[in-house]
């Protein structure tokens, strides 16, 4: 038989699920980026050095052979490590032996929750500009995302807001889940108490988990302090608290995360990171246990390091014309480039990093609308001095391009 003549047609072999979402954007402009020699200002990773301290715990795992498969959920030193940093920080007495997973990053332990807790037909609540990764993470756990507003300050000094009855009227019966990121990627906003405490009462009243991503929370301006969710009262119980080494300790490449939730929950989120990944990274688990256990000093000098990184960065982007939202927490600052009289948010990223040389992530990527972000860039300043530099000398042409006065 001739395969050619008598074969059907090839079909796509692509699933429905894949097929309902595009490659991240922000990876994406990062090897766009690479291809026009681009400084990287999209995808939110540090130029710099990771501490010392860090690199050597890892170094010296390898040399001492913590080179096979940790516990599934997690080497026991990194897990006591975290638990005890979790109480030291927020108050929040965790068992290290039930409640924490550790898994391939923040990325992997909020995909493993998702799938561990939601059904085919439950709805997620998640505030709008999100971090591009919900949207697929929703999708790929099968269930319906129901979006809040934040809604950009409309002056300066103010901080992005929602509306409390668009809040209250996401939640229904089929609603299974909050999604929150504070302090919050892309738009840096620091949820408050107050404004925590009316979530959870949505939690409540309707029963829901609250799954939070706290990957940012010592990366803080303006006296803005991150408060836990699994803190608040009633909460401990339907919250599982997402974090990881990428961010606060500078090695987004290692990829070592977890999700903190009471032991039932735990138990599935286990099953399934078991199932998806194994474990992460033995040696780095170890390093992350010494990690975990710097001194406050350490905290202090990263915050006072992004504070002047921000306000570097606040200085060029206002003088290159755009319009900044500025940020109380985490290290990207969203941006309104509607002075420049772009077409849409893709088409301007893409003359950036083309013709500029500056690679930036479009504001779309953060909305699930068309339309959303379309006047929007997000920057991120996690960046050395010389970084940050080349990007304002290259962005400080647009004012005279644009015809208009910085
Ligand atoms: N969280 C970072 C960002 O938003 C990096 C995301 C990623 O590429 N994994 O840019």
Known sequence: ???????????????????????????????????????????????????????RAA???????????????????????????????????????????????????????????????DEV?????????????????????????????????????????ELAAAFNTR???????????????????????????LCVQWNALAITDEIYEHILYDGASHISMASLEGMRERTITINGLSKTYSVTGWRV?????????????????????VGAAAPLQQAGAAALGFPAAYYDKMKVDYLARRDRALDFLGAAGFICYRPAGAYYIMTDISRF????????????????GVAVVPGSSFYSQPGGGAQQVRFTFCKTEQTLRAAADRLAVLPQMHGFKS
Not at 28 to 38: F, G, Q, S
């Open 257 to 277: 995360g977890w999700a903190i939730a009471p032991p039932r929950i735990s138990d599935a989120i286990r099953k399934v990171h078991d199932f998806l990944t």
């Open 341 to 356: 009289g772009a077409a849409d948010d893709v088409a301007f990223a893409r003359y950036l990093v083309e013709k500029i």
């Open 175 to 201: 609603t299974r889940a909050i999604i929150l990121n504070t302090p919050n990627n892309p738009t840096g906003k620091v949820f408050t108490r107050e404004e925590m405490e009316a979530i959870r009462d």
């Open 59 to 121: 170094q010296e795992a390898i040399a001492k052979d913590i080179n096979q498969y940790a516990i599934t959920w997690g080497a026991k030193p990194l897990r006591d490590a975290i638990a005890q940093k979790f109480a030291r920080t927020q108050g929040v007495e965790t068992d290290p032996e039930r409640e924490i997973t550790v898994c391939c990053g923040s990325t992997e332990a909020m995909i493993a929750a998702l799938l561990a807790v939601l059904n085919p037909g």
């Open 1 to 55: 038989m001739n395969p050619s003549t008598s074969a059907p047609a090839i079909r796509s072999f692509v699933s429905s699920k894949a097929e309902r979402f595009t490659e991240s954007v922000i990876r994406e402009m990062t090897r766009l980026a690479m291809k026009h020699k681009a400084v990287n200002l999209a995808q939110g990773f540090p130029d710099f050095a990771a501490p010392e301290e860090i690199k």
């Open 125 to 165: 609540v998640v505030f709008e500009p999100f971090y591009e990764n919900y949207g697929p993470d929703a999708i790929l756990s099968g269930a319906t995302p129901r979006f809040v507003s934040l809604r950009p300050p409309a002056a300066a000094g103010e901080t992005w807001t929602f509306d409390r009855a």
